[in-house]
């Protein structure tokens, strides 16, 4: 079945550092993978997403995420971090083979620290 | 830029009555999702639903659950009788073409809160 693992649930960092956030999947094919950011009282705002061709994408506010098929993992990168990135990120799969829904982490909280 | 809207932001009913959530796809799109998350939960599957008919459902998507597009705009999701279980936030999404092909795309979501 396919299923998606998000090992931080809180994340502090300090503005200015880098951040990493760690996704990680179960899929038997090469998966459609997804990064969304979800801040308070907002929607799900999709911030990059692979389908296919280069494994290190580019998403928006200066996010990237490397696709690694040998570890099934995509995970999340910023080199510096800005108060403003703190919320709430979530690493979905889709579709699979059993139809087009997606399969979401339970997610990362991020606390930004001045 | 188009965007998913939802209304209410937050609904607040009592056990047992019906509640109905509201949503407008981004105008060209041709599939609709529901979703939800249960708080400090993930985020769940409910239903798909393309050309007037559900897609695929989850096994949360019981017989308490039905959704329609009464309109050329609006996407709704009705819970009959409502449950304290059924307390979470529910998302709707849209997207242009099949899921992975096509990003779903997220509306702001409707916090239901069952007394």
């Known amino acids: 079945a396919q299923s998606v693992t998000q090992p931080d649930i809180h994340i502090t960092v300090s503005e200015g550092a880098s951040l990493e956030l760690r996704c990680n999947y179960s899929y038997g094919a090469t998966p459609y993978l997804f990064w969304y950011v979800q801040s308070p009282g907002q929607g799900l705002q999709l911030l990059l997403k692979?389908?296919?061709?280069?494994?290190l994408v580019q998403g928006i506010k200066g996010f990237e995420a490397e696709f690694k098929r040998s570890q099934s993992s995509f995970n999340l990168r910023k080199p510096s971090v800005h108060w403003s990135d703190a919320a709430e990120y979530f690493c979905?799969?889709?579709?699979?083979?059993?139809?087009?829904?997606?399969?979401f982490g339970t997610g990362t909280s991020l606390t930004v620290i001045p | 830029e188009p965007e998913v809207t939802q209304t209410p932001s937050h609904q607040v009913t009592q056990m047992g009555q019906e509640v109905i959530l509201r949503c407008v796809p981004i105008s060209n799109h041709l599939y609709f999702y529901w979703y939800r998350q249960i708080l400090g939960q993930k985020v769940e599957f409910l239903v798909s639903?393309?050309?007037?008919?559900?897609?695929?459902k989850s096994e949360i998507f019981d017989d308490q659950f039905s959704v329609e597009r009464p309109d050329g705009s609006n996407f709704t999701l009705k819970i009959r009788s409502t449950k304290l279980e059924d307390s979470a936030m529910y998302f709707c999404?849209?997207?242009?073409?099949?899921?992975?092909?096509?990003?779903?795309?997220f509306g702001p979501g409707t916090r239901l809160t069952v007394l």
């Open positions: 692979y389908f296919s061709g280069d494994t």
């Open positions: 979905a799969v889709g579709p699979t083979n059993t139809g087009n829904q997606f399969y």
């Open positions: 639903f393309y050309n007037n008919e559900i897609s695929e």
């Open positions: 999404a849209s997207s242009a073409g099949l899921a992975g092909a096509d990003t779903q795309y």
